[in-house]
């Protein structure tokens, strides 16, 4: 295949994963993240094209959508992560540290989705996709982060009625526990890393190719009529009917 595809905070984790991914098929692919040296040899190492891109800043984002040029396929909202597991210190009342440690993680994960989808929706050509990331904590939303992915579904949801007329789907993936990421920051201690995989059907982690693939299939002529919806991948520890 010969399609346009942009992965924000493609240069590690689950995005380089998903990034590649399309890249082997053929596929043209621009990545984006705040880390220069990285995304730039994450680019060279998988063949994609860098554009060093805060997709919270919207002056960052627009002239990132400036560069992409007029045509683009399939947008992959990868960006983000839990911005609780930052190094503590934020300044503040008590009240204030847990304004500031919400608005990070809903900047993050959401606000970087939105800003992102907005500044390139009129360069998706009919046949296009959207595809969001989410989380299993969204299903829980105790936390800042679980309710920024919470969020981040209901809004994929109600984008896809909006972007479906032009011929382009929007979906979410909303994965458990991957591992081969960085994602806990060398947080996760081995009891918990045990615990999450007991809580899966096939008591396995999941695996950064896990997600690549089925962000690859939601892209794919096979899941046109697959839109608005969210598709779990993990491997049964969230479960639906």
Known sequence: MDRIVLVTGGGSGIGRAVAARFRVAGDTVIITGRNADRLTATAAEIDARPIVCDATEPGQVERMADELGTGLDVLVNM???NTDLDPPGRPGTPLEQVLAAWRANLD???LSA????TAVLDRLRPGG????VGS???EYATTSYG???AAVAAWTAGLSSVVGPRGVTANLIS????AETDFFRGQLSEQRRAALIEATHDKRAGHPDDVAETAYFLASEGARHITGQTLHVNGGAHTTR
């Open 108 to 110: 993050a994960n959401l």
């Open 147 to 149: 309710a920024a992915k």
């Open 136 to 138: 299993i904590g969204a």
């Open 175 to 178: 994965p458990g526990y991957i």
């Open 79 to 81: 960006a983000g992560g």
């Open 129 to 132: 996709s959207i595809i969001n």
């Open 114 to 117: 939105v800003l992102t989808t």
